[in-house]
C-alpha cells in the first residue's frame, strides 16, 4: 500500500527539515511518498526541499509560479498525489506525523475519510479558540452540511474519496467543507493540537476571515437570501401598521395632514423592495450554485449493476465497494476525469 502525504509550504525553512525527520520515523516500514506544494515561499524552503527530493525520491515537489493560497496548494496536491491512502498536513508540526500509522490503520478498516478531531489547541490564543468554535457552530446551522467541528484540513482521503474531490473544481475552495459535501464514510480521532514547531502562523485575522467566509457562501446562499425573509416580516408588519394609519386617518383627527400617506407608501414600499431584492438573491444564488457544476451525487456501492456508460455527466460512480457487475464501458466522462488519469483509475477497478 502506497501512502501519499500532501504538504502545502509557504516559507517554511525551519519546520520542513523537523517534518522530514517526523515522517521518517512514524513510516519506518511503510510506502510512502511526500509531495510538497511549495505555494511562492520566498526563503529557502524550495532550496532545502530540492536537495531533499535529490537525496530521497520519496520526496516530491510541485513549486508554485506565485503564492495561490494552501487551498490551492492542498488541491494541486491531491491531483498528483498516487497513493491509495492520502494524507493532507501542515508543514509546521501542528498535525503530529505520529498520528499517521493509526489514520492509516482506520483507513484499512474501511474508513474513505479519516479525520484528526482536535481536543486541544495549544499555543493558539483565546480569541482564535472562541472564534474557531463559534465559526463551526453557525456554519454547521446555516450551510446545513455534515461538518465535523474542530477539523482542519489535516485529512485523509481513501484513493477513491480523492478520485471523488477531484471533480469538485470550483473557484473558492474550502477543502473541509467539499471532504463532508461527499458523505463518504468518515472515522474520527481525538488528538491533541500542538503548537507550531518554528515560525509563525500564516493566517493572520483577515485571512482566517476569508476562510469563514468563502465556508458560508460556497456551502450556502443564507446570506443572499436572508432579505427575502427580512422583507417578508417587514411587508406583513408594513401592512399592519397600513391599516392602523389608515384608520386613524379616516377615523379619528389626530393626524397631521399628509402624514398618512407618507407613512403608508413607506411601509408598503420598503417591504416591496425588500422582497423583490430577496427575489433576486434567490435568483442570484440558483445562478451561483449551477456555476459551480459540482456532480448532482455521489454513488459509493453498486450491487449488480455495471458501471454507467458515457453519457452520465455531472456524476460520480465510485468504484471499489458493493458486488460489481462487468465493467463495461469507462466512465471518464461522468468522473470528470483526465484522460491521463485514466490508467490509475483502470487499475483501482477490482480494489478492496
Ligand atoms: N500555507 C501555504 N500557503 C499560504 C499560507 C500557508 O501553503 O498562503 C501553508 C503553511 O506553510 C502550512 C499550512 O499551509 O504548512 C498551514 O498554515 P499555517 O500553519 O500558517 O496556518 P494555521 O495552522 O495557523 O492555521
Ligand atoms: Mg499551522
Request: hydrophobic letters at 45%; a neutral charge.
Amino acid at each position: 500500500m502506497l501512502l501519499s502525504i500532501v504538504i502545502p509550504v509557504l516559507n517554511e525553512a525551519q519546520t520542513v527539515p523537523l517534518l522530514l525527520a517526523g515522517l521518517h520515523d512514524a513510516l519506518r516500514g511503510a510506502t510512502w511518498e511526500a509531495i510538497f506544494v511549495d505555494d511562492g515561499s520566498t526563503d529557502e524552503t524550495a532550496s532545502i526541499l530540492e536537495r531533499a527530493a535529490f537525496e530521497d525520491h520519496r520526496v516530491k515537489l510541485l513549486r508554485f509560479s506565485r503564492n495561490f493560497g494552501p487551498q490551492a496548494a492542498v488541491t494541486a496536491g491531491l491531483d498528483f498525489a498516487n497513493g491509495d491512502a492520502v494524507v493532507v498536513m501542515d508543514a509546521d508540526l501542528q498535525d503530529p506525523p505520529e498520528l499517521l500509522p493509526r489514520m492509516v490503520e482506520l483507513f484499512e478498516q474501511g474508513y474513505d475519510i479519516v479525520s484528526p478531531q482536535r481536543t486541544s489547541r495549544e499555543g493558539e490564543t483565546r480569541f482564535k479558540r472562541w472564534t474557531a468554535l463559534l465559526f463551526y457552530r453557525m456554519l454547521s446551522r446555516v450551510a446545513n452540511q455534515r461538518l465535523a467541528p474542530d477539523v482542519g484540513d489535516f485529512r485523509l482521503f481513501s484513493r477513491r474519496a480523492v478520485l471523488a474531490m477531484r471533480t469538485l473544481r470550483e473557484q473558492h475552495r474550502y477543502m473541509r467543507g467539499m471532504a463532508g459535501w461527499l458523505g463518504l464514510k468518515e472515522a474520527m480521532l481525538p488528538f491533541e493540537r500542538k503548537a507550531r514547531a518554528a515560525g509563525s502562523s500564516h493566517y493572520p485575522l483577515l485571512k482566517m476571515l476569508r476562510l469563514a467566509w468563502t465556508g458560508v457562501s460556497s456551502f450556502s446562499a443564507f446570506p443572499l437570501r436572508v432579505s427575502m425573509a427580512v422583507g417578508c416580516l417587514l411587508s406583513g408588519a408594513g401592512f399592519m401598521y397600513f391599516l392602523w394609519v389608515l384608520y386613524l386617518a379616516l377615523w379619528t383627527s389626530e393626524t397631521v395632514p399628509g402624514w398618512a400617506s407618507i407613512v403608508a407608501l413607506q411601509c408598503v414600499f420598503s417591504g416591496m423592495i425588500l422582497l423583490a431584492l430577496g427575489a433576486i438573491g434567490d435568483y442570484v444564488a440558483r445562478t451561483y450554485e449551477e456555476t459551480k457544476s459540482r456532480p448532482l451525487y455521489v454513488v459509493t456501492e453498486l450491487y449488480n449493476l455495471p458501471l454507467p456508460s458515457k453519457s452520465l455527466t455531472r456524476a460520480v460512480v465510485l468504484e471499489g465497494r458493493g458486488l460489481q457487475g462487468e465493467i463495461t464501458e469507462d466512465n471518464s466522462d461522468c468522473t470528470g476525469l483526465r484522460a491521463e488519469e485514466l490508467p490509475l483509475y483502470d487499475r483501482l477497478a477490482g480494489v478492496r
